[in-house]
Nanobody, 117 residues
């Protein structure tokens, strides 16, 4: 079992930055892959970024490449999402997730990000 708690969301103007944090507890953190997902109002949840257990491999949705950076600190059981050059279309509820080989079994409650134009 892995418990995930997100923080760092808020209201920001277009072009601004935010850093989301996700604190993990429970199962050995460095044995799971971590991901960030988001859900905009009226839309399905979508993949944003992921980082493998060893931190050697990251993947991003095309819509955020070059603007967002995912990272993790296995010593602190934390995963981060640095978001720069934010756009109104980045608005949504951002979720942290944990799992293996692309299957995410554990989810946080989400943190709201709102980007004003």
């Amino acid at each position: 079992q892995v418990r995930l708690v997100e923080s760092g969301g808020g209201l920001v103007q277009a072009g601004g930055s935010l850093r989301l944090s996700c604190a993990a507890s429970g199962r050995t953190f460095n044995s799971v892959d971590m991901g960030w997902f988001r859900q905009a109002p009226g839309k399905e949840r979508e993949f944003v970024a992921a980082i493998r257990r060893s931190s050697s491999s990251t993947t991003y949705a095309d819509s955020v490449k070059g603007r967002f950076t995912i990272s993790r600190d296995n010593a602190q059981n934390m995963v981060y999402l640095q978001m720069n050059s934010l756009k109104p279309e980045d608005t949504g509820l951002y979720y942290c997730a944990a799992g293996l080989t692309g299957t995410y079994l554990y989810w946080g409650q989400g943190t709201q990000v709102t980007v004003s134009s």
